[in-house]
Structure formats: C-alpha cells, structure tokens
C-alpha cells in the first residue's frame, strides 16, 4: 500500500488526495503534524533523492527561515525537516520505501499510480 507523506491543511496535499480518491488509490496518510518524521526515514529517502528535492525552497516555512537556519549539507537539511517537517515538499507517496511521486502532478500520478 501507498504512503503519503503530508500536512492535511496544505492546498496541493488536498488536491492530491481528491486525486487518489477519485481515481481509486488507496494509501495509509503519515501526518507530519501529528506524527512527526524521524531521521531513518529522512536518510533513506535521501539515498533516492538529494536534499535539495525534498526540501520545499518555494512554501512559507522555508521564507519564513533566517538565512541563517537554511541548509547548505544534507546533514542539516535532516536537521531542518525532523524539527520542522512541513519544509518537505509534499506529497511525498512512497511504495515499499521508494519515491514514486514527489509533490503533485496529474500525469506523474498517471503514470505511476495507475497500473
């Protein structure tokens, strides 16, 4: 079964989800705001993907970051999404611990989740 990895509260993470439930997916939803994302997780998903994929440099919590506090290794973009998870890019669908989708497109989502 499909993991999706997101906020609820997110617009595109809506639309993803109205996606899925009109076209029959079924997924198991991780809520980052109730169950947070620990550090295994983040580390396999950056043996799929770098950093600078996952992280969302476009959303708000990410402008809302001092220069400072924003991520140059991959080190501390780990830091940066276990302690503030709504700067992954959503929704991130994961199938046996691979990344079939990463935010929201309808033709990716055709062609991966449609089989």
């Given amino acids: 079964m499909y993991t999706l990895y997101a906020i609820p509260n997110c617009d595109t993470v809506k639309k993803a ?10 997924y198991q939803f991780h809520d980052y705001k109730k169950a947070g994302i620990d550090r295994p ?20 919590t990410w402008r809302q970051l001092p220069e400072s506090e924003r991520p140059t290794t991959s080190q501390e973009a780990i830091v940066l999404m276990m302690a503030k998870p709504s ?7 994961e199938l046996n611990g691979k990344i079939v989708a990463l935010g929201f497109k309808t033709d990716d989502y055709q062609q991966v989740l449609i089989r």
């Fill in 41 to 60: 997780t983040i580390e396999h998903w950056l043996t799929q993907k770098p950093w600078e994929e996952l992280v969302n440099r476009t959303g708000a």
């Fill in 87 to 93: 700067v992954i890019r959503r929704p991130l669908i």
């Fill in 17 to 26: 989800r109205l996606w899925l439930a009109d076209h029959g997916v079924s």
